[in-house]
């Protein structure tokens, strides 16, 4: 299920779990609010911008540009940091890679997730989007750029949202958690996953705080 489901069928498996909130007693169908860290922040928006009954959603390391990009991205963080690279070793790493999705792709030998990856763009989506939205993000990300952060927030923006809160975490990877390197290919990244694995406190007050006051 993980490479077979596209980015739009992860989507509807999170409105199916809207609507069984909608049928719960004990749940109040006006104060449903949304989470979404990486490519769920970007299912976040998707569900945001065509469920006006979304009251609030928070964007974790969300990306504002297609999955290509984003690869390309994470090539030259992590390979850009190898001791003695050149300029040239470093386009010709970054150019196969690249050249491999698109093969992937046009010889339909790609699973449908990737395919769906390398395609969406959020931006369309960001820009419908009217509940407030929080947009929290790392210094140290090495799979999405910090600056997407304000790109996501000039997208929302521009399509009359005023109620838009951007936070960067210095020194926080991808996922969260406090990491002065980020490099995903660094061994240290994920010994933090395994061991650490835990949110601070001050980014857990942050969103709570921020969910409660709307």
């Known amino acids: 299920y993980i490479n077979n489901a596209t980015i739009h069928e992860r989507a509807e498996d999170i409105e199916a779990g809207l ?3 909608r049928g719960r007693k004990e749940i109040d169908n006006h104060r449903l609010g949304l989470l979404g860290i990486s490519e769920g922040a970007n299912i976040g928006l998707m569900i945001a911008a065509a469920d006006p009954t979304i009251q609030a959603l928070v964007v974790m390391a969300g990306s504002a540009s297609s999955g290509r990009e984003i ?3 994470q090539v030259l ?3 850009a940091q190898i001791e003695g690279i050149t300029d040239e070793e470093l386009d010709r790493i970054l150019e196969q890679r690249l050249k491999n999705v698109e093969k992937w792709i046009a010889g339909g030998q790609t699973k449908p997730w990737r395919k769906s990856f390398v395609e969406y763009s959020p931006l369309s989506s960001a820009r419908k989007v009217l509940c407030p939205v929080l947009i ?3 210094d140290r990300d090495s799979h999405v750029p910090v600056e997407h ?3 996501l927030a000039e997208a929302i923006m521009a399509g009359g949202n005023t109620d838009v809160t951007v936070r960067i975490l210095h020194n ?3 996922l969260f958690l406090k990491d002065a390197d980020g490099r995903f290919t660094n061994k240290r990244y994920l010994k933090l996953l395994i061991h650490t694995n835990k949110l601070s406190e001050n980014l ?3 969103v709570s705080d921020w969910f409660s006051s709307r």
């Open 71 to 73: 690869l390309e991205w």
């Open 149 to 151: 952060a304000r790109l």
């Open 136 to 138: 929290i993000h790392g």
């Open 77 to 79: 963080y992590d390979t």
């Open 172 to 174: 926080h990877n991808h």
């Open 204 to 206: 857990l007050k942050l």
């Open 19 to 21: 609507d069984y909130l």
